[in-house]
């Protein structure tokens, strides 16, 4: 299995990957999303346990009672997180790599 690389950012709301990451500098460079890494560490958010440890390694705040739902487990602009904390979607399992886009918007 190829090494897991990446690691997870937060966009503003209303915003793709893409953009989220290209608000971002590592030194001089500014970061890209990359659909391989996603992919790749489709496991940090395929469950709703795993979405909420992120999202709170990551600062999120969700309320108590959030659901993380997976409904939507393969959707372009999943993972996401609604902007109230009431809410989030989780990937999911086994999710198809061609599933993944850089430039969706949460709708």
Do not use: I, Q, Y
Request: net charge negative; with cysteine; charged share 20%.
């Amino acid at each position: 299995m190829p090494k897991t690389t990446g690691f997870w950012v937060v966009a503003l709301p209303e915003a793709s990957c893409d953009a989220g990451c290209a608000r971002l500098r590592l030194g001089a460079t500014h970061l890209a999303c990359d659909e391989v890494a996603h992919h790749r560490r489709n496991s940090d958010v395929s469950s709703p346990s795993r979405m909420r440890a992120l999202l709170d390694s990551l600062g999120v705040p969700l309320s108590a009672g959030a659901v993380c739902d997976g409904r939507w487990g393969e959707g372009a602009d999943v993972p996401t997180v609604a902007l109230d904390g009431e809410s989030c979607f989780h990937s999911a399992v086994g999710r198809n790599a061609s599933s993944f886009h850089c430039d969706a918007v949460p709708e």
